[in-house]
């Protein structure tokens, strides 16, 4: 294949996707990532962007670059207790692996910003409190009938498109301080606690959908939003990124391979060049030897055989074999029958069929009939036939 035509095709297969890509309407993806890349209604990127302007530029912000649990027991080696931890998912899964290092933390002075629709029953159990789902056959919880407040704050906000509604049931008078409520059918419960543990503190949030892009960009989500996060009091904080993996390339083509486009243009271009590859990495095929095709040798063979009549001195029987061959000829062309030569209706039929003028068709067959009742023949006889045959082949159709 003509390396030409691949990239042509290359060309139009990744001009075709670029059409139907522009033309066609991406649906809202809804999926609830909590990822600070992500620019999707339920992301975290506009809080990420927004965390400096939230806490005041006289914060220390930084990104965490190591798991949750690897973060904490550096900051605990390094006796960093005057630092807060901001994190936000959608299951705060502090498991046995991280609770102990979590708990020295907190209980030295440091501060964990949570906020999460489950926490693990072991962090729960720790600090008094129990965690459970608005009753649905009480509250009949939905996005349009539950509201959100924070203590201290007569506003309240509404989450659209969440689905999920947890509340605090269980809390340690002593240890626990309700900073936010769920209001529902005429109740509030507490969704937004602070609980102190040794010389920190634990600030548990149960609507983590509050923090994501879509409701950020509402005036009353933002106001909500800034006033919980500034309850922290440490100047260091540190965002938890749960999707950083140290193994993940940041090259841009993970930026490519994330975008549905540019995903497919890359593997069309991979591809395209494994087969311009394919196709020039085979063998030459070795040169073909030119075998010269066999001359015709009809006009020799009509030659040698008009040189053996002349010299055998019987040109009529050239004349006779060129009649039979004419009339040969007009029987398979024209459907006509040839035994009565100067039959007046064959004259004409053959004059109709042919397009030749009555006048030179009857001068034809008259000198065809005549030579076939001749006995003694000359070159000049030969001649006259063959140039009266041709003529009549010139003007006549289909013969």
């Not at 809390?171 to 920190?200: D, M, Q």
């Not at 509402?218 to 999707?243: E, M």
């Amino acid at each position: 294949m003509n390396r030409g035509i691949i990239v042509v095709l290359i060309i139009v297969v990744l001009g075709g996707i670029a059409l139907i890509d522009a033309g066609t309407k991406r649906p809202i993806n809804w999926t609830p990532t909590f990822d600070q890349r992500d620019k999707i209604p339920f992301g975290l990127y506009v809080l990420h962007q927004e965390l400096s302007s939230v806490l005041g530029t006289a914060r220390e912000i930084e990104d965490s670059k190591q798991p949750l649990y690897e973060e904490i027991e550096q900051l605990d080696s390094l006796r960093e207790y005057n630092t807060a931890l901001i994190d936000i998912l959608d299951y705060g899964d502090y498991g046995d692996k991280k609770m102990k290092p979590l708990l020295d933390f907190v209980q030295h002075g440091g501060e964990v910003f949570a906020s999460s629709l489950y926490f693990n029953e072991w962090l729960l159990d720790t600090l008094g409190v129990a965690q459970e789902e608005l009753r649905h056959s009480i509250f009949f919880p939905s996005d349009e009938r539950v509201r959100y407040s924070l203590a201290g704050d007569t506003a309240r906000i509404r989450l659209e498109k969440v689905t999920d509604f947890t509340v605090f049931t269980k809390l340690n008078s002593k240890s626990c301080t309700i900073l936010g409520n769920l209001h529902s059918r005429g109740r509030k419960i507490p969704n937004f606690i602070k609980v102190s543990f040794g010389k920190g503190h634990f600030y548990l949030h149960a609507a983590p959908s509050v923090f994501t892009n879509y409701n950020m960009l509402t005036r009353a989500g933002y106001h909500y939003s800034s006033k919980a996060l500034q309850i922290v009091n440490h100047k260091n904080i540190r965002w938890i990124d749960n999707y950083y993996d140290s193994n993940v390339s940041r090259s841009p083509l993970r930026v490519v391979l994330s975008l549905p486009g540019f995903r497919q243009a890359w593997y069309l271009l991979l591809i395209g060049l494994l087969l311009l590859l394919l196709f020039k990495s085979r063998r030459e095929q070795r040169a073909v030897q030119i075998v010269k095709p066999e001359s015709n040798l009809s006009r020799d063979f009509a030659k040698t055989i008009g040189t053996l009549y002349y010299e055998n001195g019987q040109p009529g029987n050239i004349v006779l074999k060129k009649i039979d061959y004419f009339l040969y000829a007009i029987r398979s062309s024209y459907q006509l029958d040839t035994l009565d030569l100067m039959n007046p209706d064959f004259i004409r039929t053959l004059s109709r069929r042919s397009g030749v003028p009555v006048e030179e068709t009857q001068s034809l067959v008259t000198h065809l009939d005549r030579y076939r009742h001749l006995e003694n023949f000359t070159i000049e006889d030969v001649k006259f036939i063959n140039n009266s045959i041709e003529n009549f082949k010139s003007k006549a159709n289909n013969i």
